[in-house]
């Protein structure tokens, strides 16, 4: 059985089980059931090393009243020896034991960040419209190893409870008063704890929502320090980072506080209860109830007793940990996309028409389509309706942090009302997405076609890509399914050989995080490229010139169609060096298409092109004479 690292197949895959999200608490039984037989092996394995121990101070005893007090070497080292035997088997135990639970804590680390990885490649770009980078980092990794430490407490304090059991047991049959008071202990310790948890839990749910509101910040900062070194807002933004670092340490030190109050009844009572047993123990052999031999029996198991108290007060801890993690998690991994898979997917006809019902646009298969807009935004809108992309201003989920001045019933209250809250609103984005997207292929509705088929036939290239570290060919070619040829083809068309050649070892040449390394307009033309090598069906570039130079601009217009020929692509500009190469051009008004036709008949004869594209420089039947004779 290969359980690591951990197959996730949710959310991603159609019927793959998913994650229960309802609650944190069902969220982490869902845990528990997923490491399976593992966590079943780990008790049994707990079980086995925990046990076994708790017949050690019994044989001590044993050794002492027929061995040593009755002067018989022979019986004390048939007792000696079986200890031995007993410990080294501990020893064994423990080792195997030691490999099973750190075997469940990766599966359940790395088994949460492959979640949240597939959470992620499912919502696309809505999940960082609903959720700040931070939070989504610190599920993935801080939180996943809360889960990882949860596997491994829970199952050493199950198999502690049940050797605590046993000694309660042992202990009984010699002697019931102190039996009693073994089997007490544990209880007094849950019992006086308990009103210190809720506390700590609510100061650790405070300090994890600042700390990944600090981590929120510090990946804004650094990836935008370029430009704050450039507005000299370095000090700004550093304040504010400082400011935060407080807030964070502030709110770990009250947890702490609570935590040490947690640690210190633990370590009280634990002692007290050695103590007890000890004087209780003096008095029994004082009275001739109890031998020596079982007396040190009684005194190694009050020893022994302490490491099982301490696993509780541990467990409290971890658990109440886990549950601000968990709480966390589900906020994350209980989204729902705001896309609905349909119940009859109909293929999706590349070669057709696309018609947007709310421009009036109609974009004909095989041309270079241009479409300028004196309002980016709205030529970007337009961009995100053929990607079946959600609007900027949609996406957003009710806020699941609970302001810090509300405590207790009311906190639960607001909780519980903004749970009901998203929870209604999922189920409005979900009705929202059964209606008709209003962009046509072929005569068919995006809405009707699995997204997957979407993405697979239609690419949008926006004005903020990502560019991953990794080396140039994995950056260009992500799935390897590229010819040198091809590579160096789309390497050309995007004027990027500047780009090839800025990299020691070409296309083995390593890009850092971001392309920090590579300029505005390098990594603009790398991300152009890697469009390119991708030959969608239907290709969509928004602004892809807008940070290169002119000559560079000019090559690259000269060079895109004859490399898209054939294939639909459209282009948002409004660079009269693109605008000369389209084989047709729209013009939106509002977001409305109002005039379509080439570059030279429109610069002629629509005056609301011209002050978009000339911008009232230069003479117009000069511009559109130029431009009739490039083409």
């Known amino acids: 059985m290969r359980d690591f690292p951990p197959q996730t197949r949710a959310y991603t895959d159609r019927g793959a089980e998913t994650p229960d999200t309802r609650t944190p608490r069902a969220f982490l039984w869902w845990m528990v059931r997923q490491n399976g037989g593992l966590f079943v092996a780990g008790l049994a394995v707990a079980l086995i090393w925990m046990v076994p121990q708790t017949v050690g101070p019994w044989m001590v005893g044993r050794a002492i009243d027929t061995g040593i007090v009755a002067g018989d070497s022979a019986v004390t080292t048939r007792w000696v020896l079986a200890l031995a035997v007993v410990t080294l088997f501990g020893a064994c135990s423990g080792i195997a034991f030691h490999t099973v639970i750190v075997r469940e804590w990766l599966i359940a680390l790395y088994g949460t960040t492959k979640l949240v990885t597939r959470k992620a490649l499912q919502l696309g770009h809505v999940l960082t419209r609903r959720t700040p980078t931070g939070e989504v980092l610190s599920v993935s990794g801080s939180d996943g190893d809360q889960f990882g430490a949860l596997m491994e407490i829970t199952t050493r304090a199950i198999s502690q409870l049940v050797a605590y059991l046993v000694v309660a047991g042992i202990v009984l ?19 006086l704890g308990m009103p210190l948890l809720r506390p700590m839990q609510r100061w650790q749910g405070v300090e994890r929502s600042r700390n990944s509101e600090l981590t929120s910040m510090s990946t804004d900062i650094v990836g935008g320090l370029r430009i704050l070194r450039g507005i000299g807002g370095e000090d700004t933004f550093g304040g504010n980072y400082a400011g935060q670092s407080q807030r964070v340490r502030q709110s770990g030190v009250s947890a702490g506080r609570w935590l040490a109050a947690v640690e210190s009844v633990g370590v009280l009572l634990s002692g007290g209860f050695v ?31 302490i490491q099982p108290m301490r696993t509780f007060v541990e467990f409290a801890q971890k658990w109440t940990r886990s549950v601000v993690s968990a709480r966390k998690a589900v906020a994350v991994l209980g989204q729902r ?21 709310a421009s009036g646009l109609t974009i004909r298969p095989g041309v270079l389509t241009m479409v300028v807009s004196a309002v ?10 053929l990607g079946r992309y959600l609007p900027s201003d949609e996406g957003a989920l009710v806020s699941d942090e609970i302001p810090e001045e509300l405590k207790g019933r009311a906190a639960r209250r607001e909780r519980s009302a903004r749970a009901v809250a998203r929870e ?16 046509t292929v072929g005569g068919v509705d995006l809405s009707q076609v699995a997204l997957d088929d979407v993405r697979r036939h239609i690419l949008v290239s926006d004005t903020s890509p990502q560019v991953f570290a990794g080396t140039l060919r994995s950056a260009v070619d992500p799935l390897d399914r590229l010819t040198l040829e091809q590579a160096e083809r789309a390497l050309y068309t995007a004027a990027a050989d ?3 050649d800025a990299l020691p070892g070409g296309w083995q040449g390593e ?10 307009g390098q990594r ?12 969608p069906d239907v290709l969509v570039l928004v602004e892809p010139t807008s940070a290169v130079d002119a000559h560079t601009e000019a090559r690259i217009a000269e060079r895109l169609g004859a490399h898209r020929e054939g294939r639909t692509t459209v282009v948002m500009t409004a660079s009269p060096l693109l605008l000369h190469h389209a084989d047709e051009i729209v013009l939106l008004e509002q977001g409305v298409a109002t005039a379509r036709g080439r570059h030279a008949d429109l610069l002629a004869d629509s005056p609301a092109y011209r002050s978009v594209v000339v911008r009232g420089e230069g003479d117009v039947s000069v511009l559109a004479h130029h431009s009739e004779e490039s083409r």
């Open 337 to 357: 996309p705001p896309w609905v898979h349909p119940d009859d997917p109909a293929p999706l006809r590349a070669d057709g028409d696309i018609v947007d019902e």
């Open 424 to 439: 209604e609103q999922a189920r409005r984005d979900e009705e929202r997405a059964r209606l008709p997207w209003g962009v």
């Open 498 to 500: 500047d780009v090839y």
């Open 275 to 305: 103590v007890a047993l000890m004087w209780l123990g003096t008095r029994e052999v004082a009275q001739g109830r109890l031998t020596v031999g079982e007396l040190v029996s009684f005194l190694g198991y009050g020893l022994f007793l």
């Open 524 to 535: 603009q033309r790398l991300v152009l490229m890697r469009a390119l090598a991708a030959d």
């Open 511 to 520: 890009l850092e995080e971001r392309g920090r390394g590579l300029s505005g």
């Open 376 to 385: 980016p935004d709205d030529s970007a809108a337009l961009a995100d309706r």
């Open 173 to 191: 049959t010699t002697s019931v008063r102190m039996g009693v008071l073994v089997l007490v202990s544990a209880p007094l310790l849950v019992v």
